[in-house]
Each structure stands twice: as structure tokens, then as C-alpha cells.
């Protein structure tokens, strides 16, 4: 099983549509967690960060946690086509623990959102 | 207030060679970590330097080896290059604080390519 798994794409939504992201994560320890936004060619872009269980909302962008289930989402409202990009799944460690320092990345769902 | 600098951009090397990238990090920071993302691929981590010391390592071998200098710039040397290390090799620094600690924002990456 792979530490951190994101549902497989590509993902097409039409615009103006919700766009749903999935990622799973196996380390129950994992605290901190994290949507990064990759457009081609380019270096990863920090969306969102979430600690805690439930929603956080930011502008068109909701993350939501659920440690019990070890489930993360994002939700992407009125989807632009300049949301088209990879979007990566990142998780961090407790604090102390062997997993702290580094970021654990999913594979990534692509994302292409069309006029 | 400069971003995460990395160099070079681009890089071509041949097998059995040895590669030396560098990066500056974000004014402010002092934690630089160091990815490796291969194409279609999540960012895996190498390794993580604070306070100039190797704090954290992935699953690499030895031949990826660091250093961070007082100004907490770093470098990343790659020896005996194999085809396999083809990737884009991000920096990513994070700042003081518990909360600052941790987000981690990146460069731009240097492509590296092995022939």
C-alpha cells in the first residue's frame, strides 16, 4: 500500500463545475496535511494546509480532513479552465516522530477543466 | 522579497558524472529539503537540512549527499549519475516557528537529465 494515495485521473470537469480531489493516507500518525497545485512544467504551488478534522475554506477551495477515516479532500467551486494543473496530495508527520521533516506526496490527479 | 531560488535551471550530464545543484532559500527561512520528482510522479523526499546538519533522510543511497552553508543555502551533489536520476530536483524551504516549520514552499526546480 502506498503511504499516500490520490484517486487516479485525469480528472475533466466542465467550467463553472465542482471539482472533487481525493487522497488517502496510511501513517495514523500524520499531522499536518497538505493541496499543492502543479502546473506543467512547473515547481509545486501551496493551495491549502488543514490540521484539524472537518472543512476549511479558502475563496473557490475547501479541504476537508477526516483523520478516524485517514481521507482528505479538495474541493474546487465555479472550476476555471486556468484550475487545469496536477493537483498533489502532501502529508507531514507528528512532530519528533520519524516523519516529521518530510512531506510524503501522492501521485498527483490531473485536472483539466474545459470551457 | 525573493522566493526560493534554485541553479541551475537546466542541466544535462552523462552516466558516471557528478552533479552539484544549489539553492537558495526564502529570506527568513532557515530549513532547506531537498525533492526528487520524476516525470508524472509526486516529489519524493531526499533529505532535509537545519542548523547545517542532515536532519532527515529518505530512501536514497549515498550517492546523494548534501550540505547547508551559514547563510542556510544548500547544495545537493548527485556522484556516479545513472540514467534513472532524469528528474526534476526541487528545493523547498520553511521558516522558524512551530507554524512557520511547517509549510514548505519551492523553487522552481532544476531539470536534470542523464544521457
Known amino acids: 500500500q502506498k503511504e499516500v494515495e490520490q484517486n487516479s485521473g485525469p480528472l475533466s470537469v466542465p467550467e463553472g463545475a465542482i471539482a472533487s480531489l481525493n487522497c488517502t493516507y496510511s501513517d495514523r500518525g500524520s499531522q499536518s496535511f497538505f493541496w499543492y497545485r502543479q502546473y506543467s512544467g512547473k515547481s509545486p504551488e501551496l493551495i491549502m494546509s488543514?490540521?484539524?478534522?472537518g472543512d476549511k475554506e479558502d475563496g473557490r477551495f475547501t479541504a476537508q480532513l477526516n483523520k478516524a477515516s485517514q481521507y482528505v479532500s479538495l474541493l474546487i467551486r465555479d472550476s476555471q479552465p486556468s484550475d487545469s494543473a496536477t493537483y498533489l496530495c502532501?502529508?507531514?508527520?507528528?512532530?519528533?516522530?520519524?516523519?516529521?521533516?518530510?512531506?510524503?506526496f501522492g501521485q498527483g490527479t490531473i485536472l483539466t477543466v474545459h470551457p | 522579497d525573493a522566493g526560493v531560488t534554485q541553479s541551475p535551471t537546466h542541466l544535462i550530464k552523462t552516466r558516471g558524472q557528478q552533479v552539484t545543484l544549489r539553492c537558495s532559500p526564502k529570506s527568513g527561512h532557515d530549513t532547506v529539503s531537498w525533492y526528487q520528482q520524476a516525470l508524472g510522479q509526486g516529489p519524493q523526499f531526499i533529505f532535509q537540512y537545519y542548523e547545517e546538519e542532515e536532519r532527515q533522510r529518505g530512501n536514497f543511497p549515498d550517492r546523494f549527499s548534501g550540505h547547508q552553508f551559514p547563510n542556510y543555502s544548500s547544495e545537493l551533489n548527485v556522484n556516479a549519475l545513472l540514467l534513472g536520476d532524469s528528474a526534476l530536483y526541487l528545493c523547498?524551504?520553511?521558516?522558524?516557528?512551530?507554524?512557520?516549520?511547517?509549510?514548505?514552499?519551492f523553487g522552481a526546480g532544476t531539470r536534470l537529465s542523464v544521457l
Open positions: 523547498a524551504s520553511s521558516g522558524r516557528g512551530v507554524v512557520a516549520k511547517n509549510i514548505q514552499y
Open positions: 488543514i490540521y484539524s478534522n
Open positions: 502532501a502529508v507531514r508527520g507528528i512532530a519528533g516522530g520519524t516523519s516529521y521533516g518530510k512531506l510524503t
